[in-house]
């Protein structure tokens, strides 16, 4: 450039300060991401921790006049939905990951993919939707089945996902190794090539489990709720999200602090879900990458 | 099948297991001895299943995958007959929602959906864009994957506990401090700012939305810059651009597409996004542009009315919106995930 020898060091003084305020803006975007996090976790914590006591996880809810009272069928009711979508979309997802992984280079598998990648962006309320006529409207009423259904259509493609990505990882020559000695193509999947994909599989397992736990929408019409023990899954049962929900939503103060609350309950159970599975995962990483 | 004792060693343990094993099912040594026996098409079709029916297995498992959505295209589609069958196409844009009257018109939560969603990608988008450079460029090494880990907790957080926080947290503030502030900026100028009310708006769905797609947005953003190649952007830094430049003008023009999908992929959540918005939204009925007003989503006037519906013409307008809503995202999730695909084969 033919510009004065003033000129160039300043154009590029400029070059470098701009280079800087957009690394601050960067880390700007960072702190505005991580603060609602922080916040919502704080909130949480404290109003939440503050209201938890023995007879909440114990007790069945009381009137909201009365004071007191717990969240202890909803909490069982949550297991029982969640149980039910995972044993469901376990064999369901593993399934379709092995065939994705051993035997999907195909029409079939190719499109049973692409199905699970749109699955997996289903609005949850839609499981809702269909769960509600297809179950609840032909038994006539809500129940713990309807919600645990719906539930699976969010659980499997996850779970096919993550554990077809699992399967691949397993070296090649693993494969070729139990082929080579006579192994048929049962034994070779399920006590070669998945063992050594498990961890993954896992992992995927349980980030399903803890995404489908804090659901909510498909099971305001499906399980619906209850102030009573679960008499059955063929019975309409309260479930801590859509107590969440429902406590928040009332206009009584006891029953808001109770929603905190289980805010808390609910919040640990997921997060610490997902760090157990992801440290797990790290580990498996970290034995591959090391041999 | 214990994870921890095979996984360990995997190698070693698997050869006695075959060992073991060939005996069993499906050799198929007795397929090569000569002379071949004469089979009947029963026999070869019996020797087949013995041999391969852990894959036709799994493959009907995968067909369950394939009959699941299928069906809930179809249950969406017949729940919606009737409402499709009284107004046709122009539900889509009819405005009145009267279940007494029994009048349904799907606009107003059209509306609503794209307003927030809208607003949260805008919102979200830039905010995604700048942690993905800083964790992909800048970051030093020992706090990148402690920040990734934290941006992914964001992920995992219910919906539902987003949306406590909005009603007693989110909502004051919007309505005390945010709402305020731009109706007093020269953003609040804007047509699409009217006079700030009570803390349940549209305003504030779009910001709880931005909240949570943000996660989404910058994993996917993070991927894509991640798969731009190094001699690329080490070309423009050897030409003496300083590093943001070599960002902007390389990295970023190469991984357009992938942000693009990253972006209609966190559109498409947003849109589906139930409770935070039911929550924050306000719930009111009736057609309005206005985000500083309270308003009605797809997702919300679903979550609200569906256990109370009784008449079926109220039920099927439930359900069209929710089929309307199933196509909106079945399109976004195809669209973004077709970029995606092929920015991956572009790269091999």
Not at chain 1, 128 to 157: E, H, K, N, Q, W
Not at chain 1, 168 to 179: C, G, I, T
Not at chain 2, 30 to 58: H, K, M
């Amino acid at each position: 450039m033919s510009t004065s020898s003033v000129q160039a060091p300043l154009r590029l003084r400029l070059r470098l300060a701009r280079d800087r305020v957009l690394v601050g803006l960067c880390v700007l975007a960072l702190a505005l991401a991580i603060i609602p996090l922080v916040w919502v976790l704080w909130e949480v914590a404290k109003v939440g921790g503050g209201h938890l006591s023995l007879e909440f996880l114990t007790a069945l809810p009381e009137p909201p006049t009365r004071g007191g009272g717990g969240w202890a069928n909803a909490i069982v009711g949550s297991l029982v939905v969640v149980g039910i979508a995972v044993a469901i979309g376990i064999p369901v997802g593993v399934g379709t990951g092995i065939y994705m992984s051993e035997y999907g280079e195909n029409v079939l598998g190719r499109g049973v993919r692409f199905l699970c990648e749109v699955m997996a962006g289903l609005p949850s309320i839609v499981a809702g939707i269909v769960a509600y006529s297809l179950i609840v409207v032909t038994m006539g009423r809500f129940s713990a089945l309807a919600g645990g259904v719906a539930l699976s259509a969010l659980f499997v493609p996850i779970v096919a996902i993550t554990a077809q990505e699992a399967l691949k990882m397993v070296p090649r020559h693993q494969r070729e190794a139990s082929m080579a000695l006579g192994v048929a193509e049962a034994p070779t999947t399920l006590r070669v090539i998945l063992p050594a994909a498990m961890g993954n599989v896992l992992t995927g397992i349980m980030i399903a489990t803890a995404r489908v736990a804090g659901e909510t929408a498909p099971l305001l019409f499906t399980a619906f709720n209850s102030r009573y023990w679960m008499e059955g899954i063929d019975q309409p049962t309260a479930t801590v999200p859509v107590n969440i929900y429902a406590y928040a939503i009332s206009p009584f103060e006891h029953w808001h602090s109770q929603a905190w609350a289980g805010a808390l309950v609910l919040v640990s159970v997921v997060l610490i879900l997902n760090v157990a599975a992801r440290t797990l995962w790290a580990r498996r990483a970290r034995f591959m990458a090391g041999g | 099948m214990n994870p921890v004792e095979v996984g360990t060693d995997q190698a070693r343990r698997t050869r006695p297991e075959s060992e073991k094993l060939r005996t069993g099912v499906g050799g198929t040594s007795s397929v090569r001895r000569p002379p071949p026996p004469r089979r009947s098409r029963r026999e070869q079709w019996g020797d087949a299943i013995r041999r391969r029916w852990f894959r036709y297995l799994t493959g009907g498992i995968a067909l369950l995958v394939v009959a699941m959505a299928t069906l809930i295209f179809m249950e969406l589609w017949l729940g919606s007959r009737p409402a499709w069958q009284e107004w046709g196409l122009s539900f889509i844009w009819r405005t009145e929602w009267d279940p007494v009257r029994g009048e349904f018109g799907a606009l107003p939560f059209i509306a609503g959906t794209l307003l927030t969603s809208g607003m949260a990608l805008a919102i979200a988008l830039p905010i995604s864009l700048g942690i993905a450079i800083l964790l992909t460029e800048y970051a030093p090494r020992f706090l990148r994957d402690p920040l990734i880990f934290v941006v992914e907790l964001l992920a995992a957080v219910p919906s539902v506990v987003f949306g406590l926080w909005g009603i007693f947290v989110l909502a004051p503030v919007v309505q005390n401090q945010v709402m305020p502030f731009i109706a007093g900026s020269p953003l609040g100028l804007l047509p699409i700012f009217g006079e700030p009310g009570p803390g349940y708006t549209l305003f504030t769905a779009s910001l709880i939305l931005a909240i949570m797609i943000i996660p989404i947005i910058a994993t996917l953003s993070r991927e894509v810059l991640m798969a731009v190649p190094r001699d690329q952007k080490e070309g423009a830094l050897a030409l003496g651009a300083t590093r943001w430049e070599a960002m902007r003008h390389v990295v970023l023009s190469y991984a357009r597409p992938g942000i693009f999908s990253a972006a209609v992929l966190g559109l498409g959540r947003a849109l589906g996004e139930t409770m935070a918005t039911t929550m924050t939204i306000g719930n009111r009925l009736g057609l309005t542009l206005d985000y500083f007003e309270a308003g009605n989503s797809m997702t919300a006037i679903i979550a609200n009315e569906m256990r109370e519906a009784v008449s079926e013409i109220h039920v099927s307008s439930l359900v069209a919106i929710g089929l309307i809503l199933f196509l909106l995202s079945f399109v976004l999730n195809t669209a973004g995930r077709l970029v995606i695909m092929q920015v991956h084969t572009r790269e091999t």
